[in-house]
């Protein structure tokens, strides 16, 4: 990968591994096996042409070296659901720390009630465990900085796209989804067993039914993006965002000036919420200290909890 377009000597690479050059043989045509697009042979050296957009371990270990998401990678190439499969997997023991990275989920879940569509390899479908030792409440502010680092990673690889936070998670690019984020938990009244992130990503989908009112990072641009650089640049994000949260006691605090810089909908924006069976409409007021989204209606100021926001 440090030389991806120069030839390199097979003695070379067996040297830099401890190696001898029939082993370097070896795992080149493992590699090959995998996808990965090696020219050239023990004779001529080899020389590295491309390397599939597979959310390997092995790759995004280390991309992600010094941050909490190092360790315990796991990859799929199909599952029902990263967001199920972390919850379980939490409920065992798994650390703080592990990653839930799906090529394709045939049962991916979203907020309520809904479903997340999850082609494969199109998005980035990740979900994370956490243990903070933080109550509950705290977890709202936890929610809104993973949209943030959402945000923050797609700037980050493309600084011309910029998207809009919508509360409390959806990512949005020209008033369309780009990005949906479930947290899940597991806790008791005044304290967090476990949290799971769940981030589906919509990246090089060619097309969207119309109703869905989705986009991709693929769509906005024109162009193909790597879902391996984007990976990094999101985890990397939110393990920023995290541990300032845990560590730092002013972060809420930031986290929620920054969300409502980075969103249209926060201030000023006519809405209609949808919450338990029941809806209202007014105008958004900001958010609340813990991150609960303000709506002035004509019959007073209202809180939301939960519900889902649309434009009116
Ligand atoms: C939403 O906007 O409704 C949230 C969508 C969250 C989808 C992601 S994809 C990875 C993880 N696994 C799931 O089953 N859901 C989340």
Redesign the pocket.
Known sequence: MEHATVVVSGTKIAQEISSNRSEVWRLIQQLRGLGVDVAGQPATGYQLRSVPDLLLPEILRSLLRGTIFDEHIHHFYKIG????AAMGAAAEGAPEGSVFLAEE?TA????GA?S?Q?QRSTGI???VILRPALPPSEILALSLAAGLAVRAAIDQVDARVTADLKWP??VLIGGKKVC???TEMNAEATRVRYIVV???LNVNQPTFPKELGATSLRLVTGSEWSRVELVGALLKSLDREYRQLVDDPDARESILLRFAESSTWVQGKKVRIDENGSAFEGTTEGLDSRGFLRVQTPHGMQTVLSGTVRER
């Open positions: 659901s990263t967001n199920t989920q991916g879940r979203g907020r809904n997340w999850s479908y990740c979900s998670n959806d949906g984020i479930l769940g981030i589906g």
